[in-house]
């Protein structure tokens, strides 16, 4: 069964970067779109950032400007890189892709991202 392994979360003060990483070792597929969520506390998961495989991306309110959402050549694996971070931003980050026409919402673990001084 395919998983999807998020990497990269930590903790960091505000104004710090963090880079998160997902992919899914072995599987040798390439995806048509990918996309990072994340869950607060005591909140529900949210998207934060999509992309395509043309490029093309979509971010939350919340993150653009400060957020950047790429991935490789394959669109096998994916990337956040997160600037200016905020205290809000605090939560578990997971990624989704979507093969063909269908997101694989398979959550996992997911990578813990903590902002706080």
């Known amino acids: 069964q395919v998983q999807l392994v998020p990497s990269g979360g930590g903790l960091v003060q505000p104004g710090g970067s963090l880079r998160l990483s997902c992919s899914a070792p072995g599987s040798g597929l390439s995806f048509t779109a990918m996309a990072w969520y994340r869950q607060p506390p005591g909140k529900e998961r949210e998207l934060v950032a999509q992309i395509a495989g043309g490029g093309v991306t979509n971010y939350a309110d919340s993150v653009k400007g400060r957020f950047t959402i790429s991935r490789d050549k394959t669109l096998s694996t994916t990337y956040l890189q997160m600037n200016s971070l905020k205290p809000e931003d605090t939560g578990v980050y997971y990624c989704?892709?979507?093969?063909?026409?269908?997101?694989?919402?398979?959550w996992g673990q997911g990578t813990q991202v903590t902002v706080s001084s």
């Open positions: 989704d892709a979507r093969y063909g026409s269908v997101w694989m919402r398979r």
